[in-house]
C-alpha cells in the first residue's frame, strides 16, 4: 500500500537532482570589481609582477635616482591600486620579456609593446593605448627625407624586432620594387640611434610616435620630425594565455581608472591624451 507514495517521493527525489544538475552545470558568476577577480595565487603572492624594458621614455625610464617613471609605471601602480596588490616594475631585456611572461615568470608586460597577430600566437593582450610609427631626422632635415616612403637609399636605424623594424623592411622592399634604393637598416637596443643620428653616422630613425616625439622635444634642437605617422596600432598589456582569470582581473582594473578618470588624468600628465584607447578590448591587434 506505500507503493505509491515511494514513487512519489522517488518522483521528488528525481527532480531535487535534476534540478540540482541543472543548477551546477551553469557557467559561475565572474567576479565584477578588479581587486574581487584577482586569482588566489596572486592574491596570496601580494605583488603584481610587471616585466618592462626601462629605455623607452617617455613609457619607461630610469630618473637621476634611477627610480623607473613613465605612462606605464604610473598605469601599472593606478592598476595594482585596484587590485589591491603591491607592484612590482621589473626591468626585462626586449627580447625577454615575451619569454618572461609567457614563463609565468612574471604576471604581465607593459612595455610600450603593439599587439599584433603575431604575438598573440604566444600572449593574449588588454589594449590600452594607441600609437603610430614615426620618421625622425636630424635638425634641417638634410636628406630631404619626406617621410616612411622616403628612406629609400637612407641610413636608418631602429630598434630591432619591433614594429617600427617590419615596417621599415616593409618599405625597403617597396623601394626595391620601384627601382630605388633600399635603406641600410641597422637593428639596435632601445635608445641607442639617437646618438647615432645626432652624430651623423645615421640620415634617419623609424621610432614609435610618443618616444619621437620626446626625443625631438628634450633634443635640445638636435632632432625633428619627418612627415607623419603611420599604420597607428594598439599597445597592449601582455599576459600569458593560460591565466585567462588574471587576464579578466587586469581588465576588470583598466576599465575601472578609465570610468573614474584616473587613466586619462595619467595621460594627460605625460601629453598622450590622444592615444587614448577607452574599450580595454582584448586582443583587438591584427
Not at 603610430?132 to 637612407?154: E, W, Y
Amino acid at each position: 500500500m506505500r507503493l505509491r507514495p515511494a514513487l512519489t517521493t522517488l518522483a521528488v527525489v528525481a527532480a531535487i537532482i535534476a534540478g540540482s544538475a541543472t543548477y551546477s552545470s551553469a557557467a559561475p558568476t565572474r567576479p565584477k570589481t578588479a581587486a574581487a577577480a584577482v586569482p588566489a595565487d596572486v592574491r596570496k603572492a601580494g605583488t603584481l609582477v610587471v616585466a618592462s624594458e626601462i629605455a623607452y621614455p617617455p613609457f619607461e625610464y630610469y630618473d637621476d635616482q634611477k627610480k623607473p617613471q613613465g605612462i606605464d609605471v604610473d598605469l601599472a601602480n593606478a592598476l595594482a591600486d585596484r587590485l589591491h596588490l603591491r607592484l612590482d616594475f621589473r626591468n626585462v631585456a626586449w627580447d625577454d620579456l615575451i619569454p618572461t611572461v609567457a614563463g609565468h615568470k612574471a604576471d604581465a608586460i607593459m612595455s610600450g609593446m603593439t599587439d599584433n597577430a603575431e604575438r598573440q600566437k604566444q600572449l593574449t593582450y588588454i589594449d590600452y593605448l594607441i600609437e603610430g610609427s614615426q620618421v625622425v631626422v636630424a635638425k634641417g632635415n638634410p636628406r630631404q627625407i619626406s617621410g616612411i616612403d622616403g628612406i629609400c637609399g637612407q641610413r636608418v636605424g631602429l630598434q630591432a624586432d619591433t614594429t617600427q623594424d617590419d615596417l621599415a623592411k616593409a618599405q625597403a622592399e617597396l623601394c626595391a620594387a620601384a627601382g630605388r634604393p633600399e635603406p641600410t637598416i641597422t637593428g639596435l637596443g632601445s635608445g641607442e640611434a639617437y646618438p647615432l643620428l645626432k652624430a651623423g653616422k645615421l640620415d634617419a630613425i623609424v621610432d614609435g610616435y610618443t618616444s619621437a616625439a620626446a626625443q625631438v622635444k628634450d633634443g635640445n634642437g638636435a632632432f625633428e620630425l619627418a612627415g607623419v605617422q603611420v599604420e597607428a596600432s594598439p599597445m597592449g598589456i601582455g599576459l600569458a594565455r593560460d591565466r585567462k582569470d588574471l587576464r579578466h582581473a587586469v581588465q576588470l582594473a583598466l576599465r575601472e581608472i578609465i570610468a573614474d578618470g584616473t587613466y586619462l588624468k595619467i595621460l594627460d600628465k605625460w601629453g598622450l591624451r590622444a592615444e587614448a584607447l577607452t574599450t580595454a578590448a582584448i586582443d583587438g591587434g591584427v
